[in-house]
């Protein structure tokens, strides 16, 4: 009951604050389907003989092993749809060098909608998929801005191919010309640990780049009925920058042909059927035969399979060849693309226009439509928060300035004794949570929640104000939210600090210190791996229930965890909590 619980209140914290990909069919995250991986991963399962027979190298250490085995796991767990006669991987039997190989993949095949970074940093996101560059719209099968009208349509579709063969020379090129220097680092966002620089190999991670291409192909070209030929291709980057026109640019990039488990199942079967011929197609290519790529990108006859990745309507690519600019053959706007079944889909959910700098401030250019409010839902959260929390320490600096001068003009003869006078020794349990986070470069969620224990001695009161010490000891929980889902046992810390309450007692500030323990076997440090703690309270409300009891409201607190300490990669977590607990007062002065 205690998960469900946490798991309705996480789902319902992110459901309104989680970014959806801004393009491309999605990558792997805790509430994102991981259509690249998976699709990714299953094709390559007919790799796994062949792998081993490349002899790559593999890093000087082992580092790597834990983070890639629970990588390819999780992406061969649940294809988006699974060829009975191949089964997925299984990490427990694969050799190092396929584990290697796997893993350098699904990185790669990650990396161009990503950039190495959290599926939900924003502004990383925002430079990654914003970049006018030609090639940074090619990658992703889609126009550049520069290609107009029914020509530009060709120059993209042959650019993108272009592309393609140029990732598989650099594929081969790995393999076999320079195998000594193909472990490279690249960079890589782990849960907890945020960004860090991974050992990959160079020709499967670059192979990810070319099955990312081929297979956003399905989903950034509009196409004929059984996905065999290019009709249209939709057009990002002018969509964002609210400069498109539809018969010169073409259709705006569609989130609804992006779901890859949505009702666009045909292309989906294609571009995972494409995938599968791309494994054919590197055996023969690295070593010299270029026929199954060749094929591959080449229109198809009737009743052939392995072609046709990315083949322009060929009447249309013949009249536009022989001088016509605008052939009835070709599908335009003015015929509904030809008749295309999955036109509706590409009309569902297009691109918005980004958010501009302007001179006064504001957001800069970097998320469509949802995105947008996201982007300005967050931050103005986080400013909220901050204001207000300033605000209710100058609320009660002002009230605790007040009490102290009325309590300075009382005589001591009619002063009554407090609760926290009369019973000097405190206990409290409480319970917090945390969901964001605006730390740069990193990911906007950062979720935990948790239970703690605090007690303490309470000094007499001068002036209106007690100043007490106290100790704290707390276990904290944290959900993976950037890979793979689930709940993690995070950390146990002990510390201990000050408090000072004021403003007639309705108002608590404190400050711990202390250690951090790690508690689970995370990617890169064992459980028992100890570092420091520190909370952070500048402004907590307190209600009493009776003369001994009392509740207490902390709206928000800074807690920095880091329980290992020393060089990258290491764990440093900073989280806005919310607070709530119960207290008793006890003893007698």
């Known amino acids: 009951m205690q998960r469900l619980l946490v798991a309705l209140a996480i789902a319902l914290a992110l459901g309104l604050f989680a970014p959806r990909s801004a393009r491309a069919y999605s990558v792997g995250g805790a509430f994102t389907t991981s259509c690249h991986e998976r699709i990714t991963v299953h094709a390559m399962s007919y790799l796994l003989p062949y792998i081993d027979n490349l002899n790559l190298p593999l890093p000087d250490n082992d580092d790597w092993e834990k983070v890639a085995a629970q990588l390819v796991q999780a992406f061969s767990d649940a294809p988006v749809s699974r060829d009975p006669a191949q089964p997925p991987p299984n990490v427990a039997t694969l050799s190092k060098a396929q584990l290697f190989f796997l893993y350098s993949l699904a990185v790669g095949v990650r990396a161009p909608d990503t950039g190495g970074r959290s599926a939900a940093d924003l502004n990383s996101l925002r430079r990654v998929q914003a970049n006018p560059a030609p090639v940074a719209q090619y990658v992703h099968a889609l126009r550049a801005a520069k290609d107009d009208g029914l020509a530009g349509e060709v120059t993209a579709v042959d650019s993108i191919q272009e592309e393609v063969r140029s990732t598989f020379a650099g594929i081969r090129d790995a393999i076999r010309a320079n195998p000594g220097a193909s472990v490279i680092k690249v960079p890589f966002y782990l849960d907890y640990y945020g960004n860090v620089d991974v050992d990959v190999s160079r020709g499967p991670y670059l192979l990810g780049f070319a099955l990312h291409t081929i297979q956003d192909s399905y989903s950034h070209m509009l196409r004929n009925a059984d996905g065999s030929v290019v009709l249209s291709v939709l057009n990002y980057e002018e969509a964002i920058a609210g400069a498109l026109d539809e018969r010169r640019d073409g259709i705006a990039h569609s989130a609804a042909l992006d779901d890859c488990t949505g009702d666009v199942g045909p292309l989906v079967s294609r571009a995972e059927a494409a995938s599968v011929m791309v494994a054919a197609a590197l055996r023969t290519y690295v070593d010299g035969d270029e026929t199954l790529l060749d094929a591959g990108l080449s229109p198809c ?10 083949t322009y309507n060929p009447p249309c690519r013949a009249d536009l060849g022989a001088g016509n600019p605008q052939p009835a053959s070709c599908c335009t706007l003015d015929n509904d693309y030809c008749g295309t079944p999955w036109l509706p889909v590409a009309r569902r959910d297009p691109a918005h226009p980004y958010l501009r700098c302007s001179p006064t401030g504001g957001l800069p250019r970097g998320v469509d439509g949802a995105g947008s409010a996201l982007v300005i839902a967050f931050a103005g959260l986080v400013r909220r928060i901050r204001r207000r929390a300033a605000i209710a320490a100058a609320v009660a600096f002002e009230i605790a300035s007040t009490t102290r001068a009325a309590h300075a003009e009382d005589p001591p003869a009619t002063q009554v004794r407090t609760p926290e006078e009369q019973h000097p020794i405190f206990l409290g349990l409480e319970a917090h949570g945390a969901f964001l986070s605006d730390a740069p470069e990193r990911s906007m969620l950062n979720v935990g929640f948790g239970y703690a224990l605090r007690g303490g001695y309470r000094f007499a009161q001068r002036r209106g104000v007690h100043w ?44 711990v210190a202390g250690t951090s323990t790690l508690l689970f076997d995370a990617a890169f440090d064992k459980a028992g791996t100890t570092g420091i703690f520190v909370d952070v309270r500048p402004a907590g409300l307190r209600y009493r229930l009776g003369n001994e009891l009392l509740i207490a409201f902390d709206p928000i607190s800074l807690t920095l965890v880091e329980p290992t300490l020393g060089p990258s990669p290491a764990i440093r977590d900073l989280q806005y909590r919310t607070l709530i607990g119960i207290e008793w007062v006890l003893g007698t002065r």
């Open 301 to 310: 006859q009737s009743g052939q399979t392995s072609c046709g990745w990315m």
């Open 468 to 511: 007490g010490l106290l100790a704290h000891v707390e276990a904290s929980h944290w959900v993976a939210t950037e890979l793979i889902s689930g709940i993690d046992p995070g950390v146990f810390d002990v510390g201990v600090g000050g408090e000072v309450i004021y403003a007639k007692h309705f108002v608590r500030s404190s400050v």
